[in-house]
Antibody, heavy 122, light 108 residues
């Protein structure tokens, strides 16, 4: 079955950097767009970024543009999120999720990984 | 993009129906048929319940249904069950994604 496992979360000081990873299995990774979504403690969901199946198309939320970089390695079935210049408001559980299939006419996010907690605090 | 607007909470007794609204603009909800809904139980990852406004993924009970009129989408849960108590989020795709503010469904 489809499995998404995030790693790399932890405690980091404001201004610091962190790289999240997501290991995918159970589906043809290179056939799907992939997304990162976050959820601050006790708050709602916020879409962060997505990357196309080939990596040629990338979009970011305005709140992370210029600070976060999404990437993927299709040979390793892995998705990444490089987070720089971190702020307290970036504190959240970060979810990796499968996005639209290549050539699909539908846009939705499913399934989701279990998430990894990023805490930005001094 | 601004978050889509949802009621903070809705409630109903077992067996009743509840409807959650999700209001956006003509640039997101009203402009595309890419509205999806997610269910999230405490401490768990969100789960897709509805996509493309009204389509149900396999395994999702037919008690869950979706619709859209203008800039407002809706999720209806018919025959409410205890396990339906959770947070629900709508989401619209319009080149990028925007989520709703979330609604807590309480089963009385």
């Amino acid at each position: 079955q489809v499995q998404l496992v995030e790693s790399g979360g932890g405690l980091v000081k404001p201004g610091g950097s962190l790289r999240l990873s997501c290991a995918a299995s159970g589906f043809t990774f290179s056939d799907y767009y992939m997304s990162w979504i976050r959820q601050a403690p006790g708050k709602g969901l916020e879409w962060v970024s997505y990357i196309s199946s080939s990596g040629s198309t990338i979009y970011y939320a305005d709140s992370v543009k210029g600070r976060f970089t999404i990437s993927r390695d299709n040979a390793k079935n892995s998705l990444y999120l490089q987070m720089n210049s971190l702020r307290a408001e970036d504190t959240a559980v970060y979810y990796c999720a499968r996005d639209s299939a290549l050539y699909s006419s539908s846009w939705f996010i499913s399934p989701w990984g279990q998430g990894t907690l990023v805490t930005v605090s001094s | 993009q601004s978050a889509l607007t949802q009621p903070r909470s809705v409630s109903g007794s077992p067996g009743q129906s509840v409807t959650i609204s999700c209001t956006g603009t003509s640039s997101d909800v009203g402009g595309y048929n890419y509205v999806s809904w997610y269910q999230q139980h405490p401490g768990k990852a969100p789960k897709l319940m509805i996509y493309d406004v009204s389509k149900r993924p396999s395994g999702v009970p037919d008690r869950f249904s979706g619709s859209k009129s203008g800039n407002t989408a809706s999720l209806t849960i018919s025959g409410l069950q205890a396990e339906d108590e959770a947070d629900y989020y709508c989401c619209s795709y319009a080149g990028s994604y925007v989520f709703g503010t979330g609604t807590k469904v309480t089963v009385l």
